[in-house]
């Protein structure tokens, strides 16, 4: 299915014929379908709806430069539109920037927020990550040295070197977006966020670490973490039968008040 506005033209999939609704917002990149346990065994007692943002999967990227906002108020269209009451939102990685406005600077009325691995937190810069750079654009230069055939294989290499698990699903055209969208520090939303909150994290992720989980679960006043010792990013992907465990028993609580 899609949703049609203005220059959007946004694949959608719904599952479930239940009253109560879910909106998954997957992070970045074409994740959607990493979903598809979570949404089989939510499904049984919610309605589901997931997308595609758009230059992923089936929506297409307009012929301009997004913002986070721009995405937050794409969701925002389509919850409308899709007349969804109160939703639930899981959100993961880039997915909690979007939940993050939605609850923390819009105050859209939102029942719960179940936060994995979520972006938000713009990290300081520290000696590594400084070293890290000087030493991919060194390298990078190197590319010059090499005979022309070898140079786009030495720059792939390169990139999965050193590219984040976002960085590397994008294509080109999107680069601006994207640096647009990783510069913003969404600190302030979080601590405006009051709707109950379950924030799950992987002890081992490197693209948003776990210090941003104990900053998100400080700022956001009502919300309990948990962390799963081995995992990494996708930590509903290593975890997947606690994760589904961990969301159910969060979503149950106070289902009857």
Do not use: C
């Not at 990149?29 to 007692?45: Q, V, W």
């Not at 937190?121 to 990078?140: A, D, G, V």
């Not at 640096?179 to 909150?197: A, E, G, H, P, S």
């Amino acid at each position: 299915m899609y949703y049609n506005k203005d220059s959007y033209s946004i694949h959608f999939e719904k599952y479930g014929t239940e009253k109560k609704k879910i909106v998954i917002l997957p992070g970045w990149g074409n994740t959607r379908n990493t979903f598809d346990a979570m949404i089989y065994e939510l499904k049984k007692k919610y309605t589901i709806y997931i997308m595609d943002y758009p230059g992923f999967g089936q929506s297409i990227f307009p012929d301009y430069d997004l913002t986070v906002y721009d995405y937050t108020n794409i969701i925002r269209d389509f919850i409308e539109s899709e007349k969804i009451d109160n939703p639930i939102i899981i959100a993961h990685s880039f997915g909690g920037r979007i939940a993050s406005l939605l609850a923390g600077y819009y105050k859209d009325k939102i029942d719960k927020l179940i936060l994995i691995d979520s972006a938000g937190i713009k990290p300081k810069k520290n000696p590594i990550k400084i070293f890290k750079t000087f030493t991919y654009k060194f390298l990078k230069k190197l590319n010059f040295f090499l005979p022309k055939r070898k140079r786009n294989i030495y720059l792939k290499r390169l990139f999965r070197m050193f590219g984040s698990t976002d960085y590397k699903a994008l294509d080109q055209h999107m680069l601006k977006t994207f640096r647009n969208i990783v510069n913003l520090d969404l600190k302030y939303y979080f601590k405006n966020i009051d709707v109950k909150t379950l924030i799950l994290w992987g002890k081992k992720d490197k693209d948003t670490p776990i210090k941003d989980a104990y900053i998100i679960h400080k700022y956001i006043k009502n919300s309990k973490l948990h962390v799963f010792p081995d995992a990494t990013h996708f930590s509903y992907l290593n975890y997947p039968t606690m994760t589904h465990q961990l969301i159910l028993s969060f979503l149950d609580e106070d289902s009857n008040s």
